[in-house]
């Protein structure tokens, strides 16, 4: 069975910092692309930043310059660098990761649990 298991959020000071980490664990064969997804109260699920296998990376426009999104394929672990810290950065945040659990079968998307990422003074 596949696991996301995200680490490294809490609380940070505007104009602050934060690192998350996500690792997938289980019988993987081989993981596409992965990505972080937020959720703030009273807002739809929306993508921060993906990657795929072979390092392109995909920002959402409100992060660009501050957050980054980096893996490690020999871990299979995503992390997202969060910078700049805003207010607004304020949410849910979902690891996301699509992953094929055999040479034979398609990918699945699979989700993390969520950590939570406050930002206030």
């Known amino acids: 069975q596949v696991q996301l298991v995200e680490s490294g959020g809490g609380l940070a000071q505007p104009g602050g910092s934060l690192r998350l980490s996500c690792a997938a664990s289980g019988s993987i064969f081989s993981i596409n692309d992965m990505g972080w997804y937020r959720q703030a109260p009273g807002k739809e699920r929306e993508l921060v930043a993906s990657i795929d296998s072979g390092g392109a990376t995909n920002y959402a426009d409100s992060v660009k310059g501050r957050l980054t999104i980096s893996r490690d394929n020999a871990k299979n672990t995503v992390y997202l660098q969060m910078n700049s810290l805003k207010p607004e950065d304020t949410a849910v945040y979902y690891c996301?990761?699509?992953?094929?659990?055999?040479?034979?079968?398609?990918?699945?998307?699979?989700w993390g649990q969520g950590t939570q990422v406050t930002v206030a003074s």
């Open positions: 996301n990761a699509h992953i094929r659990l055999t040479i034979a079968t398609p990918s699945w998307n699979y």
